[in-house]
């Protein structure tokens, strides 16, 4: 099996580490992309509250939310099963968002995000991402799955902080 690309060392949370390497675990070999029906989203149980999956159409680009976790949900409250991203993401950040996510679906490639969240917003806090595809069971990349961990303080729950100024975003192609 492929080991896992540099992008997922540099990851602090705990949580989004286990979720970078269930991911890869889940991989069939030789498969660049795991695929839908390989990864168990309720793998990691204390995760669920902070994941969302997204339904990915490579015709029209677009991505349809199928499922978000309450942390989720609570900070976007738009996030419905069903709804277009466009419908859930505020229009300031939309085209930031449309662009990552394409990436990591048409590249196919890892995502991982973190430092100061919603700075776009006017909000506050921190927050570490992490966005992988999924593949169909054609090897075609369908989906999309992330995980988010936040705080409206300056640190995430496992005690690490970000300067004021921090965002990051990095892309590890597959």
Same mark, same amino acid.
């Given at each position: +099996? ?9 990851? =602090? ?75 859930? +993401? ?6 930031? *968002?449309?662009?990552?996510?394409? =990436? *990591? ?20 806090? *921190? ?48």
């Amino acid at each position: +099996m492929p080991s896992a690309p540099a992008a997922p060392q540099k990851i =602090r949370s705990p949580a989004l580490h286990a979720f970078v390497g269930h991911w890869f675990a889940s991989r069939r070999a030789g498969e660049r992309v795991t695929r839908r029906g390989d990864f168990d989203i309720f793998h990691l149980p204390a995760l669920v509250p902070h994941l969302f999956l997204y339904d990915y159409d490579p015709a029209t680009r677009g991505f349809t939310l199928r499922v978000a976790g309450e942390e989720i949900r609570r900070l976007l409250p738009n996030s419905l099963p069903g709804t277009p991203l466009e419908q859930i +993401m505020p229009a300031a950040v939309l085209p930031v *968002v449309l662009e990552r996510y394409r =990436r *990591v679906c048409e590249e196919p490639a890892i995502l991982h995000g973190a430092g100061r969240v919603f700075v776009n917003l006017g909000g506050s806090g *921190v927050g570490e991402r992490v966005v992988l595809p999924l593949a169909g069971e054609d090897g075609q990349v369908r989906q999309m799955i992330g995980a988010t961990i936040y705080s409206f303080g300056d640190r995430l729950p496992d005690g690490s902080s970000f300067a004021r100024e921090e965002v990051t975003t990095t892309f590890t192609p597959l």
